[in-house]
């Protein structure tokens, strides 16, 4: 049986350590974190953190951009991602509009069954 995986953030640290945790399970450090007279050192997940240390509290989609641009990966205007020093070859919107539109005039001359490619 296939069990759908819960949301992990990660808790980063000054010095680059990275404690990946369910996201409900960071809500209540996140909840000390916040508070008014929070301590400055905190005990989180079986570990002393000094909150001077603590950078932030990230989704795993910020990780996975942070960890791909520092990998000298870039993202074009089409949100894909390329290599460094890549040329990007996505299609832009327009031209995947002209090629839905010119696909759609082919099909209604030709018939449905035939593709202009």
């Known amino acids: 049986m296939n ?3 819960k949301a992990l953030v990660c808790v ?3 010095n ?3 404690i990946w945790v369910e ?3 960071a809500e209540n450090l996140i909840g000390l974190l916040t508070a008014p007279n929070a301590p400055q050192f905190i005990k989180y997940e079986g570990r002393l ?3 001077a240390d603590l950078v932030g509290v990230f989704s795993a989609s910020d990780m996975e951009e942070h960890t791909r641009r520092k990998n000298g990966q870039w993202k074009c205007p089409q949100n894909s991602w390329h290599q460094k020093k890549e040329d990007c070859a ?3 919107p ?3 509009e002209n090629r839905r539109r010119l696909e759609e005039e ?3 001359r030709y018939g449905e069954g035939v593709s202009p490619l």
């Open 106 to 108: 082919y099909r209604q």
């Open 90 to 92: 996505c299609p832009t």
């Open 49 to 51: 953190l000094n909150r």
């Open 3 to 5: 069990e759908i995986s």
């Open 16 to 18: 680059g350590v990275e």
């Open 94 to 96: 327009e031209a995947l």
């Open 12 to 14: 980063c640290l000054r």
């Open 23 to 25: 996201q409900d399970r």
